[in-house]
């Protein structure tokens, strides 16, 4: 009896190997039923008693021992502190290109300036002909755009300029807005072109605009982006979009001005195109040139981004090598 009652077993196994000891049918409780017939008719009734008890009890033992094994707790599950803090789950890098244009619309946003957006998929007309280009620009041209072929009107922006003219033609001035955003053009792909790539345009455009308003501008966003000992200077060029029109270079911010490989030893490298927004611009887009004026000027992220960190590549940007991506993550 005491042997029964405190059975143990390491596993189920063990339990197995316990019932079929006691309990099966070539068990030692079923031997003793096989004698128990044999056994004289007065001492039956309490040996029968005391047969039944010892079955109950290795019954009652074989399975409590078999619940207690298959709710234990298992051997992980023993190991495991769960008054742990949690594993931190690696956090992902931000992309280059959208750190440096967040960078750049905040910059912008302490001015005043607010985000618009406009589609990639454009019309001639937003693109092109409201920005005062001429019918036969080489822009125009299937080898520097991309048309949709059933509809040449239907094409991919090559410029953010496209949302300047978006929103003259839908809000009245003051505007003040940045356009960040996706273009496209149609170059063959090497490390210093893309068929697609990032700008960041923004336009100004209210009573009394001037060129100094311009230029103030820019030295502001030069100085947040580059630091504050950073000069610029404008040179003059030509947009169909802007009359008087200049591209800006900024003191250059690897040998800080004094020449070398990067800045082609003239101490200055080139970051953006500018100008005074063309009075037939604003005209086409519904807003009174005499009474307004504006200024416009559109950045390559690419271009700011490479400034900043050196990618040599431009392919890196698009290629979502983890081992380059994650190399940012200190940058947020
Ligand atoms: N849209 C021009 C480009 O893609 C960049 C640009 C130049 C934008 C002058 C402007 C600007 O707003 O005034 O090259």
Redesign the pocket.
Known sequence: MAEIANASAPDLKGVEELRIKYLSKKGEISALMQEFRTVAADQKRELGQRLNELKNLATDRINALREQLENAPSASELSADLSRTAAPLPLGARHPLSLVRDEIVSIFSRLGFTIAEGPEIEDDWHVFSSLNFADDHPARDMQDTFFIQRNPDILLR????SV?SRVMETSRPPIRIICPGR?YRNEAISARAHCFFH?V???YVDENVSYADLRQTLLYFAREMFGADTKIRLRPSY?P??EP?AEMDISCNICGGKGCAFCKHTGWVEI????M?DPNVLEACGIDSKKYSG??????VERITNLKYRVKDLRMFSENDRRFLNQFQAAH
């Open positions: 090559t410029h953010t300029s300047q273009v700008q345009e923004a336009l947009f979009f802007t029109s953006l195109g500018c100008g927004v200024f416009a000027l559109g950045m390559g």
